[in-house]
RNA sequence: GGGGGGUUUCCCGAGCGGUCAAAGGGGUCAGACUGUAAAUCUGAUGGCUCAGCCUUCGCAGGUUCGAAUCCUGCACCCCCCA
């Protein structure tokens, strides 16, 4: 194994950045001064990583990038089974080409992030891989008879559901088992000697360590961190449309700037120091200005471009940023189809005949058609009130009539109602 | 079974023969302000071929020049007595 190693400190990197929550084993300050292989497993409960995942998965990087060498294990095997933890009912199990894909869709973008050449190349792996040659009495005799139940019962996450109204089928009970196994199994495969996950994974790490030390007598250690929730406690990364995805067909980059645009005051900090790469006197530097100006929104605006220039490349962060532009109310024009149609992704369309363009379309009915009024009534109110756009300039007059001269590029218009409401209009050729 | 009260525009709620598309509040939508926050302020808020017209006040009839408002019947809800 290669001694390459930063002079940073993982630990000391993780903990200024308040990632560490919980350790298991020995001595793991002394252990991760050499070179070391570290896993974390991911759910493939979606064909997309989420907001969610976005820890460990930067934590893995934070290993790769001091030396350490990262395996990213996705739950082919394990998310039939479905993990307990931290869930209060029994969850459906996901059929299994819908994992399949799931599975390979999330392979696709750990890719992504982790580092697949040099000495301390990623290795993305699938428990399904192994877990598949066991027959259910080989795991009985081979695994199960090492797991004493005890143990496994005492667990805070087991407990909480046997004493729920939900209860907990052996299924489920199962799973901590499996996962407890993955570690074994990458421990002999890999030399892999170091777990990561969120709190919510430290019983399934322990089992998993406890498992290693029955079986083949090695010691592995565990590490836990923080999960990502605001400050009034609720799991961030979920908007009024949904998880905030990191799939860029799931969630566009402009929508995923936004969403860190966004976040408040009080969990910008963190946000800083558990996501971006930047080092702690940049993050103090923030942290000062946000005291001092917080109208600047300097940490936000910090926190959305270092996010979505690591998860959609620095191309994906120019559309993000244009596209902003553009929907604060920069001027519509010179634009294609092509680039309208991304930016506006997430907008309400409406298809036209080319026609009604042609011979004029009353921008009353245009706000009708788009859906942005629902009625005549409210357009009129709308244009006499100041709050109707067309391309983002302001018409206030009743009488407007818009022709193929209004289009922002070939086909399309963008119509605007207020501060914030958009609505696309499009017109095709043929 | 008897007696009383109610049903109003998205919601709550005033109106009790013309001046009622119907007070007030909430919500919503615009505008201003602002940090793409919160609060605040202003305006709007049935529909339309929009200084006019049409349709709404539980439902169906009736009285009247004129009804959300009065009468009759029906439906539903609430309260009191049995």
């Given at each position: 194994?290669?001694?390459?190693?930063?002079?940073?400190?993982?630990?000391?990197?993780?903990?200024?950045?308040?990632?560490?929550?919980?350790?298991?084993?020995?001595?793991?300050?002394?252990?991760?001064?050499?070179?070391?292989?570290?896993?974390?497993?991911?759910?493939?409960?979606?064909?997309?990583?989420?907001?969610?995942?976005?820890?460990?998965?930067?934590?893995?990087?934070?290993?790769?990038?001091?030396?350490?060498?990262?395996?990213?294990?996705?739950?082919?095997?394990?998310?039939?089974?479905?993990?307990?933890?931290?869930?209060?009912?029994?969850?459906?199990?996901?059929?299994?080409?819908?994992?399949?894909?799931?599975?390979?869709?999330?392979?696709?973008?750990?890719?992504?992030?982790?580092?697949?050449?040099?000495?301390?190349?990623?290795?993305?792996?699938?428990?399904?891989?192994?877990?598949?040659?066991?027959?259910?009495?080989?795991?009985?005799?081979?695994?199960?008879?090492?797991?004493?139940?005890?143990?496994?019962?005492?667990?805070?996450?087991?407990?909480?559901?046997?004493?729920?109204?939900?209860?907990?089928?052996?299924?489920?009970?199962?799973?901590?088992?499996?996962?407890?196994?993955?570690?074994?199994?990458?421990?002999?495969?890999?030399?892999?000697?170091?777990?990561?996950?969120?709190?919510?994974?430290?019983?399934?790490?322990?089992?998993?360590?406890?498992?290693?030390?029955?079986?083949?007598?090695?010691?592995?250690?565990?590490?836990?961190?923080?999960?990502?929730?605001?400050?009034?406690?609720?799991?961030?990364?979920?908007?009024?449309?949904?998880?905030?995805?990191?799939?860029?067909?799931?969630?566009?980059?402009?929508?995923?700037?936004?969403?860190?645009?966004?976040?408040?005051?009080?969990?910008?900090?963190?946000?800083?120091?558990?996501?971006?790469?930047?080092?702690?006197?940049?993050?103090?530097?923030?942290?000062?200005?946000?005291?001092?100006?917080?109208?600047?929104?300097?940490?936000?605006?910090?926190?959305?471009?270092?996010?979505?220039?690591?998860?959609?490349?620095?191309?994906?962060l120019a559309v993000a940023r244009h596209a902003t532009e553009i929907f604060f109310g920069a001027e519509i024009e010179n634009l294609d189809d092509r680039s309208l149609s991304d930016i506006f992704a997430d907008v309400p369309s409406r298809e036209l005949p080319r026609t009604r363009l042609e011979e004029g379309l009353s921008l009353?009915?245009?706000?009708?058609?788009?859906?942005?009024?629902?009625?005549?009534?409210?357009?009129?109110?709308?244009?006499?009130?100041g709050g109707a756009y067309v391309n983002n300039i302001r018409r206030t007059e009743l009488g407007t009539v818009l022709t193929p001269a209004d289009l922002a590029s070939e086909s399309m218009m963008v119509l605007r109602k207020g501060k914030k409401r958009y609505a696309l209009l499009r017109f095709p050729t043929s």
């Amino acid at each position: 194994m290669s001694d390459t190693i930063s002079s940073t400190h993982i630990l000391d990197e993780l903990e200024w950045r308040g990632l560490v929550q919980q350790v298991a084993g020995p001595d793991l300050r002394e252990h991760l001064s050499r070179s070391r292989v570290v896993y974390a497993g991911f759910d493939p409960t979606a064909d997309s990583l989420h907001v969610g995942s976005f820890i460990p998965l930067m934590t893995l990087r934070r290993f790769q990038q001091t030396g350490h060498r990262p395996i990213a294990l996705v739950g082919g095997a394990t998310g039939m089974i479905g993990d307990p933890s931290g869930k209060s009912e029994e969850r459906n199990l996901l059929a299994e080409d819908v994992l399949h894909a799931n599975v390979e869709g999330i392979q696709r973008q750990l890719r992504r992030f982790l580092d697949f050449s040099g000495p301390h190349a990623a290795v993305v792996v699938n428990n399904y891989d192994w877990m598949k040659e066991f027959s259910y009495l080989q795991f009985l005799r081979d695994i199960g008879k090492h797991a004493p139940l005890g143990m496994m019962l005492a667990k805070e996450s087991v407990r909480a559901r046997l004493e729920s109204e939900a209860g907990l089928s052996y299924t489920e009970f199962s799973y901590m088992l499996l996962q407890g196994y993955d570690f074994v199994h990458l421990a002999r495969t890999y030399g892999c000697t170091v777990q990561l996950g969120g709190t919510d994974q430290w019983g399934n790490i322990t089992v998993g360590i406890d498992l290693a030390r029955r079986l083949d007598g090695v010691q592995l250690y565990g590490l836990t961190g923080p999960l990502l929730t605001r400050a009034d406690g609720v799991k961030m990364g979920k908007t009024e449309r949904g998880a905030v995805w990191l799939d860029p067909e799931k969630t566009s980059p402009y929508a995923f700037y936004q969403y860190w645009i966004n976040v408040a005051d009080e969990d910008v900090g963190h946000c800083l120091r558990y996501l971006t790469e930047l080092d702690a006197a940049t993050i103090a530097e923030l942290d000062a200005a946000r005291a001092e100006a917080p109208h600047l929104r300097q940490s936000q605006k910090r926190l959305a471009e270092e996010l979505t220039r690591i998860v959609h490349g620095e191309a994906g962060l120019a559309v993000a940023r244009h596209a902003t532009e553009i929907f604060f109310g920069a001027e519509i024009e010179n634009l294609d189809d092509r680039s309208l149609s991304d930016i506006f992704a997430d907008v309400p369309s409406r298809e036209l005949p080319r026609t009604r363009l042609e011979e004029g379309l009353s921008l009353i009915d245009a706000l009708v058609e788009s859906g942005l009024a629902s009625s005549k009534g409210e357009a009129r109110r709308t244009i006499q009130q100041g709050g109707a756009y067309v391309n983002n300039i302001r018409r206030t007059e009743l009488g407007t009539v818009l022709t193929p001269a209004d289009l922002a590029s070939e086909s399309m218009m963008v119509l605007r109602k207020g501060k914030k409401r958009y609505a696309l209009l499009r017109f095709p050729t043929s």
